[in-house]
């Protein structure tokens, strides 16, 4: 999924990305989301190794991004607008 996705960004988790992360995220999926699903992000988290979404139908628990796949395409410019961009974007 695009970790700089901006809120209402939508989401899916597919039979593929389900088995994706640690087994504390596999096991988080399997308890709060349904396969193929649409979700809207709240808010996403970039750090150095590791980014977390929080989807609006769940707003304390925190997902790892690599349980997810994109529904939406957001641009480049909308990309440029998430608080993390200019930190992540810097190489």
């Known amino acids: 999924m695009n970790i700089l996705a901006l809120k209402g960004f ?5 039979e593929k990305t389900r088995h994706s992360g640690w087994s504390g995220d596999k096991k ?5 989301l349904e396969i ?13 190794s590791s980014s977390t ?4 139908d769940f707003p304390n628990v925190r997902f790892n991004t690599v349980n997810f796949a994109d ?8 990309d440029a607008k ?4 200019e ?3 810097k190489k």
């Open 53 to 56: 979404v929080i989807l609006q």
């Open 87 to 89: 930190r992540w974007n």
């Open 28 to 32: 988080r999926v399997a308890s709060y």
């Open 71 to 78: 529904v939406d395409v957001q641009s480049e410019e909308d």
């Open 36 to 48: 193929d699903k649409e979700y809207a992000i709240e808010r996403t988290e970039i750090d150095s």
């Open 10 to 14: 939508r989401v899916k988790v597919t």
């Open 82 to 85: 998430h608080p993390y961009a």
